[in-house]
């Protein structure tokens, strides 16, 4: 019992959740965007699983890893253009869209990924992210190894929260995305295209999404494989409602959960064999459940969350 | 740009928006055909002759349809409600899982009386198995979305794990596979020789059973009702509480059918791969069919025949069988803005 204690205090562990986190941090970020502008978006799982293929297929081709990276947001925001359209202009069921674009971002994914690998048996590998470690701060003690000794998609995923807090408390944009998902007509009122605002933040939610699944092919893992997001991006909208949409408590949020499986994972090969293996890989997915049924009483959705809006409607 | 209501009797703009719809579906998977180096018209002729072309793939296309009509009611039962059921998954393979735990040999009856048992208790599983997320959504205000999904990695799990132990079977080399459902558990097979088999008629009749509760009975008004305005539903003193848990469990039970007609009809026993994801694609087919029941069975069939087309179609072109895939997500969203472009006009101003 006391080993299933003593996983918490070493620094493997918590490097190895912040690992685990780092997609969830980007997905739920991009979640949180689009949700906070008023636009639910359940593309979120087909969209990671386009961006994990199209930012590592450019690595493969030869590309930089960053520009892998970028071709990952670009595919995204794709996605998240069609999304928006769908939903934003015309207004159509945000919940059959979003599942709609996960289906065809999932299924396109398959199709290109057949077309441009027709021979492969076992999928081909690259070069990826490799951890730099952070001089001082990986010093630390505990949290300094797990927080600085990463890869450098982590460290953008810390960057991002803190951009996303800056920017919705700290700039007119933010202000903007916010209010477009509390009170549109007043956003409209001030001369601002709710439109325009909430496709944005769509597009841009929609490219974080896809980072995060392009951090597992390209820091988590090394190569791309079907099924690889494996409802990553459905936790990642539990998490948003956990966070109770706001940036700082939802990576709390992540990174708990990561923690979590991380232990979960090391308590697998403690309790060897015991407890059937899919008892554990459970857990994360009844987890999320619980911390849903635990913050929902509470939960204070953005006011338009998926109600369309029509200019010139109360 | 905004949208206007359109007067009902624009009679054109029924007919042509969803043809739009079918030929942007078409123009896109015929660019997608041509990138994989092919000819549109040979793949589009090898996908309709592979779904249509011969009695063999009729009945395949039938076949292939029974599961889809099953999960294609439970969405569209539950979506006329706006219960946002993506759930049809986990339900259909509990309800497989209580298929082969009553029906390989724990109960010895007759087939007349075996094979009703077998389905009122898958019904029931599946029933449950969405009530849960229902009373959380009413209880607890906890979206049933994210709960319905995260439920069909939960049931997957425990059916592997189930599949691995209690329900393992003991003659099968090691595989996770369960034992055979028994010969008095199985459905009779419509064309002797041929795959097609009973539970494609219990699909059919099923789809007027709730078309007959959708349209002629006090509850299909009330689910209506709440689907259309909860907050006025209960201002006129519709239970909606009640109502969304009685659509719960129809739609779950609905789409355990699924899973029963799958085991006790086609497949024998419980693997993993029971369903290729028709839990999902019952949502396109619900879409396809704008929620009418009874226009859930064109649709299944419909998304069956691109399935079972595209399977033989890649078997011969050198195109790959995902192409299905892309054409009926693309098709979904397609329907969906074609049939609000029915009802509504866009103004650019």
């Known amino acids: 019992m006391s080993e299933a204690f003593e996983i918490l205090f070493t620094a493997s562990f918590w490097v190895a959740a912040i690992r685990i986190a780092s997609p969830l941090i980007f997905a ?84 290109t990924y057949r077309i441009l690998l027709p021979e492969v048996s076992s999928p081909p590998k690259i070069e990826p992210f490799q951890p730099v470690v952070v001089p001082v701060f990986s010093d630390i003690p505990v949290i300094g190894q797990a927080l600085f000794n990463q890869t450098p998609l982590t460290y953008l995923a810390y960057l991002t929260v803190a951009a996303v807090a800056f920017i919705f408390y700290r700039t007119p944009v933010g202000v903007a995305v916010r209010a477009v998902g509390e009170n549109p007509a007043a956003v409209e009122a001030q001369g601002i295209s709710v439109t ?119 | 740009m905004r949208l206007e209501p359109r007067p009902s009797s624009a009679g054109a703009a029924k007919i042509l928006w969803p043809a739009g719809a079918i030929l942007a579906t078409v123009v896109l998977s015929s660019v997608l055909v041509m990138i994989a180096g092919a000819s549109p018209f040979t793949v589009f002729w090898l996908v309709a002759k592979g779904a249509a072309g011969s009695q063999f793939a009729l009945l395949e296309t039938l076949t292939r349809a029974t599961p889809l009509i099953f999960t294609g009611l439970a969405v569209a039962v539950a979506f006329r409600a706006k219960l946002w059921n993506i759930g049809a998954e986990a339900q259909l393979y509990l309800g497989a899982v209580m298929t082969v735990v009553i029906g390989t040999g724990a109960v010895t009856l007759p087939s007349a009386g075996l094979i009703p048992l077998i389905m009122v208790a898958a019904m029931l599983t599946g029933a449950l198995t969405l009530l849960g997320p229902a009373i959380l959504k009413t209880k607890f205000g906890v979206d049933e979305v994210v709960t319905t999904l995260l439920l069909n990695f939960i049931v997957l799990l425990f059916v592997s794990m189930l599949l691995e132990g209690p329900l393992k079977d003991p003659m099968g080399m090691g595989w996770p596979q369960s034992k055979r459902v028994v010969a008095d ?78 085991v006790t009809g086609l497949k024998g026993n419980l693997t993993l791969d029971l369903s290729p994801g028709y839990g999902y694609t019952g949502i396109v087919v619900a879409m396809l069919a704008m929620l009418n029941p009874l226009g859930v069975i064109a649709a299944a069939i419909f998304v069956a025949g691109i399935f079972v087309g595209a399977d033989a179609m890649s078997r011969s072109a050198n195109v790959p069988s995902y192409i299905a895939e892309v054409m009926v997500a693309t098709s979904l969203l397609t329907m969906v803005a074609a049939i609000m472009l029915m009802r509504y006009r866009v103004r650019w101003r």
């Open chain 2, 185 to 262: 558990a199985q459905l009779p097979r419509l064309i002797k020789g041929k795959r097609l088999h009973f539970g494609f008629i219990l699909a059919i009749a099923s789809a007027i059973v709730v078309w007959v509760i959708m349209k002629k009975t006090t509850l299909g008004y009330e689910m209506r009702a709440v689907g259309h305005n909860a907050e006025a539903a209960r201002f006129a003193g519709i239970p909606v509480n009640r109502v969304i848990a009685k659509t719960a469990l129809l739609s779950g039970g609905l789409a355990a059918l699924a899973g029963f007609s799958e």
């Open chain 1, 28 to 111: 739920t970020m991009g979640e949180l965007i689009c949700e906070r502008a008023g636009v639910l978006n359940l593309g979120i799982e087909g969209i990671m699983v386009a961006g994990a293929f199209s930012g590592w297929f450019t690595v493969y081709m030869g590309g930089d890893l960053w520009t892998g990276v970028l071709v990952a947001a670009l595919t995204g925001a794709m996605f998240g253009l069609l999304h928006g359209f769908l939903t934003v202009p015309l207004g159509l069921s945000q919940h059959v869209t979003g599942i709609g674009i996960t289906l065809l971002a999932a299924s396109l994914t398959y199709f």
């Open chain 1, 196 to 314: 325009a605002v909430r496709m944005g933040a769509v597009m841009a939610g929609s490219a974080l999404m896809a980072i995060g699944g392009a951090f597992l092919t390209m820091s988590a893992f090394n190569s791309f494989f079907f099924e690889m997001i494996n409802g990553r991006g459905w936790i990642a909208i539990a998490l948003v409602v956990f966070g109770s949409w706001r940036p700082g408590k939802a990576l709390i949020g992540a990174i708990l959960f990561a923690a979590f499986d991380a232990y979960q994972i090391r308590l697998q090969q403690i309790t060897g064999g015991v407890i059937p293996y899919q008892i554990f890989l459970m857990m994360p997915f009844v987890l999320s459940i619980v911390a849903l049924v635990v913050v929902a009483r509470r939960a204070t959705y953005p006011k338009a969350l998926m109600v369309p809006y029509q200019k010139g409607e109360r």
